[in-house]
């Protein structure tokens, strides 16, 4: 995918998953050696973007 797809998805996983608290985002070993650092860093920005700090 693109970062505005990463951006997108992240924003969805939060919407669904955190409300009420306690969602730990965290891409463990579920981020593929091939994964453009683009989307990695569209990954974490979007998190500090729209996550709870």
Known sequence: GTPDEVRREVLERLEILSPGGGFVFNPIHNVQAKTPVENLL????????????
Not at 42 to 53: K, N, T, Y
Request: charged content about 35%; overall charge neutral; hydrophobic content about 50%.
């Open 42 to 53: 569209a990954m974490f920005e979007a998190l500090r973007e729209f996550g709870r700090p």
